[in-house]
């Protein structure tokens, strides 16, 4: 059974920066594509960063030249580096598997989700 467990969040000032994981447990992600999503009100997921099986990255415009995907070599947690950090980017981030192949930032997308850690951003 496929289970993700997010942790890293936290309070951080405007401008710093935190490092979020997603463990994976039942499969190794490079069999698999995942992705960051922040979630909105309802059941709006705004995708982060995606990344396939083969290691192609996407990232979502705004989060550009901010955030990254550190590899991890035994590719059994998914990392999402966040620098200079707006207060835009405050709310649950959440981690999601998709099929093999994609990259995608879109929700429907995605068939397996996390339970998220909280980012608030403060001046």
């Known amino acids: 059974q496929v289970q993700f467990r997010e942790s890293g969040g936290g309070s951080v000032q405007i401008g710093g920066s935190l490092k979020l994981s997603c463990t994976i447990s039942g499969h190794a992600y490079r069999d698999y594509s995942m992705a960051w999503f922040r979630q909105g009100p309802g059941r709006q997921r705004w995708g982060i960063a995606a990344?396939?099986?083969?290691?192609?990255?996407e990232y979502a415009d705004s989060v550009k030249g901010r955030f990254t995907l550190p590899r991890d070599n035994a590719k059994t947690t998914l990392w999402l580096q966040m620098n200079s950090l707006r207060r835009a980017d405050s709310g649950p981030y959440v981690c999601?598997?998709?099929?093999?192949?994609?990259?995608?930032?879109?929700?429907?997308?995605?068939?397996?989700w996390g339970q998220g850690t909280q980012v608030t951003g403060y001046s």
């Open positions: 999601a598997q998709q099929p093999r192949g994609l990259a995608s930032l879109w929700q429907s997308d995605c068939n397996y």
């Open positions: 990344i396939d099986n083969e290691g192609n990255i």
